[in-house]
């Protein structure tokens, strides 16, 4: 302690000093709080008769936080919170977008729905392995990958969401749950691993990992660093992630296997992760390598489209079928980030906040319908119609969502995106677009037909009493007005969606937000 | 383990050990250590007296079920983030308070917080793994 007459540091140089606005603390509020829940019910995991109603309230205060959160986004523009009050670039930046936090409400609004649906799905023994504190630290991830401005962070998240959904994948510790686990989570390892390699790549070009830096320095360094080689890397990363062609076979034969409300889960959340950190990493970060390899995503979006449609065409199982939808709708989002521009950014965005709660109610669906038939097979199922009208009329609901058929929430992404494709003359992706569309709805009809028009002959189909509770329904309920209400009054969400994807082009709000006094 | 030795000795070595571990974790804030290593030096600790005394033993010693330790540290650490609010600094900001006991300054911090919540959290994942990875060794 020699130097104790040194000077004063300039702590503004390092440090955030003014006092933070409470509004500021929605950014990282969804984390924190799932976070603290998760922990709290793994500290009461004896209670086990307490996890559910302790959930089920923390997820809907998740929705609530989330609400406010966007409403403050819609006010003020991008939000920006430093951890530890250390200036951006070296402090880890919080920074949500109107991107960000549209994905992480439909995130939470989904969880919420599964959440419910667990009620009735998950038994005491599932509740004793750990559910609960799965999906809390699952939805911390989730909310940390859509909120975090921070490349390496985002890394992080996506292990935390990762190591959660292997805790969920296995529940029940069946046979096949394990088969599909191992494609999961070694498919899964493979990406992350490779999202990480891309990512130590990406520093050693830039020299940071705060996302608004990057964005600022790749028009600079485009002649020198090797940005297409990190931009394709990044695509391959998160196209694995989000069950892109070729890199889509780990979906459909592993989302079969969990239960009903986990299969739910990660069919709104988990692809649509990859697939918002895409969105976020080629539109906004590299802009230019994405348009030089439009023409590539653009052919993955629409053999994914053309595989995933052309395999749920081949299923007789509810739930395998779903699978190869969630793989086709990635496509069709593909094929948005393919075609750029505000059209095609924004109908990517709109199509996976539809898909997320339209797939989940799927799902979710699914397993009503199981309930009802005791079976998952078309072989079996029959009859659903006569047995629960109600229930059959949600269904079809769904089935129109799914395949883009007008008024629900499907149609206007898809208008959107066929618009977006046209503009820009790529006839030919508008056209698988909409074959696209058109073989969902056959997929989607056969089954109805199928599994509850048929009459149930004697002896199948599974018991004629059987009952669903209120639990498993309302969600289903729920998410299908949801999607109802998006389709017949579209023009709020259009016009965010639109702003998001003008912010997301043009990111100089969002680096206003992280570095308010300019460049450092 | 069958050895009088190892077995009348492994109390006492686990006992320094978890208080080497303790020392350790609260050195940590300015030298070398922290609540990590200091975490990975008390499960050396239990995993010692559960070879030499089982692993029934180190249950009850310890209480807790390990995973509601480690729980009870990922909620310390995420209080500890969530205490800035009242400070109006942004999430995660070390704050500090000296509150003096006997004559003596403690300076206490968030930062001690957090790092306490990652000691509990290693000690409660670590140990959870094996523990049972010693009860299913089969003896």
Partial sequence: MAATTSPPADLSAALVLEPVASADWLVILPVAWCLAIGALLVMLRRKIDWHPPIAVLGLAGLVVIDILLLRHVLASGPVTMVMGRWLPPFGIAFTVDLTGALFALTASVVALAGGTYSLADINDSGRRYGFYPFLMLLMAGVSGAFLTGDIFNLYVWFEVLLISSFGLIVLGSEREQIDGAVKYGFLNLVATTLFLITTGYLYASFGTLNMADIARKAEGLSGTAPLMTLTALFVLAFGMKAAAFPVNFWLPASYHTPRVVVSALFAGLLTKVGIYALIRVTVMLLPVEREELSFVIALAGALTMLVGVLGALAQSDFRRMLGYLVVSGIGSILAGVAVGGPGGIGGAIFYALHSMLVMTALYLASGVAARLGDSFSLSSLAGLYRRHAGFAALSLMLAFAVSGLPPFSGFWPKVMLVKAALDIGAWWLAAVLLLTGFLTTIVTGRFFLLAYWRDVASGEGGPASATVSVAALLPVAALTVLALAIGLYPEPLLSVVQNAAAGLAEPSAYLNSVFPGGAP | ?139
């Fill in chain 2, 1 to 139: 383990m069958k050895s009088v030795i190892f077995r009348a000795v492994a109390p006492f070595l686990t006992s320094l050990m978890v208080l080497f571990s303790i020392f350790v974790l609260l050195r940590g804030h300015n030298e070398p250590g922290g609540g990590f290593i200091g975490g990975l030096i008390a499960v050396s600790a239990l995993a010692i007296y559960g070879i030499a005394c089982g692993v029934e033993m180190v249950r009850r010693a310890i209480y807790f079920h390990p995973m509601a330790i480690a729980g009870a540290g990922l909620f310390a650490a995420t209080v500890a983030g969530l205490i800035s609010i009242a400070a109006r600094v942004p999430f995660m900001t070390g704050l500090w308070i000296y509150p003096s006991v006997l004559g003596l300054e403690v300076p206490l911090s968030t930062v001690t917080l957090f790092d306490c919540g990652v000691y509990l959290v290693v000690v409660g994942a670590i140990s959870s793994i094996a523990l049972s990875l010693e009860e299913r060794g089969g003896e």
